[in-house]
């Protein structure tokens, strides 16, 4: 107790406690305390002493304990976060024995709220990109529910690093290329969507909801649905209104034509065929280049079929005064042609058909329009050879006319035209001795047409052939005929010239009389017609080659069209030529017809 007591003494010397002490025993002296208690009570006060040491100690310790502890905690949480951010280099430990508890702990605080603040600032950039990563999702699929989003961001709170931010961003760019190039098809598809229900008349809104009620809102913060559900249910839409447009395009076709060869049968005005303009359209463009409103819708399409309906029933009154009329049409264009026209459709059976109701109508007229679209391409083939049909027979008709001019027996007066009826019969004469040549080029044309088509050339019920050649044969025929008469009439020339001679020279004329005679003979009179012979009447003077009776394909027309007449070739009348009749007036001692004018 002595030592305690001494060494408290030591260690309040020099303090207040030791003068305090010092006091007390001063207090104790002059009390006259004993040994023993002052010793018990030096012991309470260094026992007093201690608890207040240890308390103190203790206090320290704990004071350390949780500075270590700060600091070990702040260390951890600096290490969990550099681990989370992905910061390594962020805060480097300095060396303990160097630095005290405090100075540890001022150190870490700061790096630790840096990194708070960087976890913060990270957790707010994986949240924004994982909302849109979400938002992206959800319009890329279907209305699923969301409720996955908070454990994912809770799932990333471990994982902050710029890698994982990094992967995020990625995934981001890759969702928005997708969906950019989903939302490209979408819009292109109800763009689509949109231009065909304006052409056929049927509500957009209706149409694309009944896909996705998202693909109608016009909001700016409401999105699309993009899913894969969406673009094909636009898709197999867009089909859908195709294969509809396509079907009223053809049925609108149909309905238009119908339209127009009734406004073409009735000869409807243009006041009736204006309020169809537009329509009208469809009959020239394709598929793709009909994109005007309405013009395909229901409405329109009903109305174009009550009109058709409507002119069909004003048709059916018509239509049998049309079809006498496209009948006569056609009758025309086969007379015009020399061709028969078809017998099925004459009028008086045409008549009883449709009264008796045993032929539509219609089925009538599309015969006789056929049969005219017939009828021209024949009379097209034909022209060529018509046209040297017509020439022949004006030059039949110039021979015919020639020879009525050579029997006028005042044809070289001085009479008013006379001289324009002389240049006729010249250029009649010189079209006369064609005429053969143009026979045989229209024979031998008209072979070459009817090789080509394999069946005869026919003008007017007669095949044309069999006319040209019998004109052919006969004209020969009556050219024999003329060259016999004349070669009859040479003799006889040389008879009357040998009776003449014997009569005046004897039977044995000298070579000198013989000359005189033959002066005679051909045409030379100095002295007149001495001898008093009359001139004989000749059968016909005509100067060309006409034969008024041969036979030409206008002869038939007029007389009978079947040719029935064709083989009654009269033979009567023939014609002789001048040279033969001037030879006979010169001997007779009559004077000739000029040579030169026929």
């Not at 045993?358 to 024949?378: F, H, R, T, V």
Request: glycine fraction near 6%; aromatic fraction near 4%.
């Amino acid at each position: 107790m002595v030592g305690v007591g001494a060494g408290l003494g030591l260690v309040m010397e020099g303090t207040s406690c030791g003068a305090l002490l010092k006091e007390l025993q001063q207090i104790w002296a002059e009390i006259g305390e004993s040994e023993g208690e002052k010793n018990k009570v030096l012991l309470d006060i260094e026992r007093e002493c201690l608890e207040v040491y240890r308390r103190k100690v203790d206090d320290a310790n704990r004071t350390r304990v949780q500075l270590h502890q700060s600091v070990a905690a702040k260390e951890a949480e600096v290490a969990s976060l550099m681990a989370t951010l992905g910061e390594h280099k962020l805060y480097m430990k300095k060396d303990k024995g160097i630095l005290s508890l405090k100075e540890q702990l001022a150190a870490v605080v700061p790096v630790l709220e840096n990194l708070k603040c960087k976890k913060e600032e990270r957790i707010k950039q994986f949240s924004d990109i994982r909302s849109q990563i979400e938002k992206i999702r959800f319009e890329l699929s279907e209305y699923d529910d969301q409720g996955d989003n908070e454990s994912s961001l809770a799932e990333d709170q471990h994982d902050l690093s710029t890698r994982k931010l990094n992967s995020y961003q990625a995934q981001l760019r890759a969702l928005q290329k997708d969906k950019s190039e989903r939302l490209r098809k979408v819009l292109e598809y109800i763009n689509e969507v949109h231009s065909l229900c304006g052409v056929l008349g049927i509500d957009f809104g209706t149409t694309v909801n009944e896909i996705h009620p998202s693909l109608h809102q016009n909001g700016v913060e409401q999105s699309r649905n993009i899913s894969n559900s969406t673009l094909d249910g636009l898709a197999s839409t867009v089909s859908k209104l195709k294969t509809e447009r396509k079907s009223r395009i053809q049925k609108m076709r149909e309905r238009m034509e119908s339209l127009c060869q009734l406004w073409k049968l009735m000869d409807s005005p243009e006041e009736e065929k204006r309020q169809f303009s537009k329509v009208m359209g469809i009959l020239i463009l394709p598929e793709e280049g009909i994109t005007s409103s309405g013009v395909l819708s229901q409405e329109i399409i009903d109305k174009v079929e009550a009109e058709v309906e409507r002119l069909t029933k004003l048709k059916t009154s018509r239509l049998k005064d049309i079809v006498m009329k496209r009948r006569r049409e056609l009758e025309e264009i086969c007379e015009n042609a020399h061709i028969e026209p078809d017998v099925s459709t004459a009028p008086e059976q045409t008549d009883a058909l449709i009264d008796s109701g045993l032929m539509d109508p219609s089925a009538l007229l599309a015969n006789i329009e056929s049969q005219i679209l017939k009828a021209k391409e024949e009379s097209l083939s034909r022209k060529e050879i018509m046209d040297r049909i017509n020439k022949w027979i004006a030059a039949c008709d110039e021979e015919a006319w020639l020879e009525e001019y050579n029997q006028d027996p005042k044809r070289y007066s001085a009479g008013r035209g006379a001289h324009i009826n002389l240049k006729r019969a010249e250029k009649a004469r010189i079209l006369v001795t064609k005429i053969p040549s143009m026979v045989d080029n229209l024979i031998n044309r008209t072979f070459a047409w009817e090789n080509a088509r394999s069946k005869p050339f026919l003008y007017d019920g007669g095949r044309l052939i069999s006319v040209l050649e019998e004109y052919r044969l006969s004209r020969q025929q009556k050219e024999e005929e003329k060259r016999r008469y004349r070669v009859e009439d040479q003799k006889k020339l040389e008879s009357i010239l040998l009776a003449e001679k014997e009569a005046i020279f004897g039977s044995k004329p000298t070579p000198k009389r013989m000359s005189n005679l033959n002066r005679k003979a051909n045409g030379y009179q100095p002295n007149g017609n001495a001898n008093g012979l009359k001139t004989p009447t000749p059968r016909r003077s005509s100067l060309g080659s006409a034969t008024p009776q041969l036979l030409t394909p206008r002869s038939y027309s007029g007389h009978n069209r079947y040719f029935g007449d064709l083989r009654r070739l009269s033979t009567s009348h023939l014609n002789f030529g001048d040279d033969s009749l001037s030879t006979f007036t010169s001997i007779s001692g009559s004077e000739p017809e000029s040579p030169s004018l026929g």
